[in-house]
């Protein structure tokens, strides 16, 4: 079956704009999670949702957000964008929890702040 | 707060000898402990999950140990192979509520020499 897939691999943006990152699980799974990761902070949790609610979140600020469509689908979307937020965004898809089950991650999408 | 400790950034090793590598934690309770493989510009790839009351999990040429009163969990490749080499990550989640979240440590590179 097919992979977890993001859109778009590569963005560049610059300070004060906003970005919205798409991710589709693997069919079948219901959990998305979403990760930071940076060399110097490493791979950092975001949110997790399951079945279009939000069931845990990260310690990041409130200009990262995101949601989950019916169909699993999931988006994030982080606002007023900082240079700190030059990253590997990851998405994760698991059957019904990144904790307890096999936890499959999609490429990633590599965002720059200019 | 928590943290995690995965033992050097970098580790060497002759092809063929079995690879070590240590997670430890502090001010954690972990109910999961999940080892994942990532190789540069991808994203992880779920290795092994073990839970606390396990002592021990394995999967072909990888072994995993959990020993929740030294708070560590090693991690063992033997027979090492060049293809191994990749930087390995370990992950703890709780069990319950927000604990249930994944907690990543920044990892350990490793390579293996043939």
């Known amino acids: 079956k097919a992979g977890v897939t993001q859109t778009p691999r590569y963005l560049i943006k610059t300070r004060g704009q906003q970005v919205t990152l798409s991710c589709s699980p693997i069919?079948?799974?219901?959990?998305v999670s979403w990760y930071q990761q940076t060399p110097g902070q490493g791979l950092q949790f975001l949110f997790e949702?399951?079945?279009?609610?939000?069931?845990n979140k990260g310690n990041f600020p409130g200009r990262f957000s995101g949601r989950q469509f019916s169909n699993s689908r999931s988006e994030m979307n982080v606002s007023t964008l900082e240079l700190g937020d030059s990253a590997l965004y990851l998405c994760?898809?698991?059957?019904?929890?990144?904790?307890?089950?096999?936890?499959?991650f999609g490429p990633g999408t590599r965002l720059t702040v200019l | 707060s928590q943290k995690i400790e995965q033992n050097s950034e970098a580790l060497n090793i002759q092809e063929g000898k079995t690879a070590t590598l240590t997670c430890n934690y502090t001010?954690?309770?972990?109910?999961?402990l999940q080892w994942y493989r990532q190789d540069p510009g991808r994203g992880p790839v779920f290795l092994l999950l073990?839970?606390?009351?396990?002592k021990e999990k394995r999967k072909e040429r990888l072994k995993v140990t959990f020993d929740t009163t030294l708070k560590q969990s090693l991690f063992h490749i033997t027979a090492s192979q060049p293809a191994d080499s990749a930087t390995y990550l370990c992950?703890?989640?709780?069990?319950?509520?927000?604990?249930?979240?994944?907690?990543f440590g920044s990892g350990t590179q490793l390579t293996v020499l043939p």
């Open positions: 994760a898809s698991s059957y019904l929890a990144p904790s307890t089950d096999t936890q499959y």
């Open positions: 069919s079948g799974h219901r959990s």
């Open positions: 949702y399951f079945s279009e609610t939000q069931r």
């Open positions: 001010n954690y309770s972990p109910a999961y």
């Open positions: 073990i839970r606390e009351n396990e």
């Open positions: 992950a703890l989640a709780g069990s319950s509520g927000s604990a249930r979240q994944l907690t």
